[in-house]
Nanobody, 121 residues
Framework: QVHLVESGGGLVQTGGSLRLSCAAS????????MGWFRQPPGKERIFLAS????????YYADSVKGRFTISRDTAKNTVYLEMNSLKPEDTAVYYC??????????????WGQGNQVTVSS
């Protein structure tokens, strides 16, 4: 019942920045989280970052900690991923996810359509 619409992907040079957005509509839970996964070409989908909606508690994968920042806008029901110091290995399809609880995981109930991010060498 929850729909997630992503935007903000594209092509960027090594060292550049992008900001991804994910807007949620439909039913929400009393306690829930939103966040981001990515899937590089030929590889499995992996966790990047998560944020609890009420308290804004955040979790990051080691591969992006210190470079990526997750945030939320409660008025817009939107989560963001600010990506800085981008590297070619960041090239992937980025997916927004949402679920009840403190953080998202690979079995999250709701997923966005995916956004391609390509970082040139």
């Amino acid at each position: 019942q929850v729909h997630l619409v992503e935007s903000g992907g594209g092509l960027v040079q090594t060292g550049g920045s992008l900001r991804l957005s994910c807007a949620a509509s439909g039913r929400t839970f009393s306690s829930y989280a939103m966040g981001w996964f990515r899937q590089p070409p030929g590889k499995e989908r992996i966790f990047l970052a998560s944020i609890n909606w009420s308290a804004a508690r955040t979790y990051y994968a080691d591969s992006v900690k210190g470079r990526f920042t997750i945030s939320r806008d409660t008025a817009k029901n939107t989560v963001y991923l600010e990506m800085n110091s981008l590297k070619p290995e960041d090239t992937a399809v980025y997916y927004c996810a949402a679920d009840k609880g403190l953080r998202i995981g690979p079995k999250s109930k709701y997923w966005g359509q995916g956004n391609q991010v390509t970082v040139s060498s």
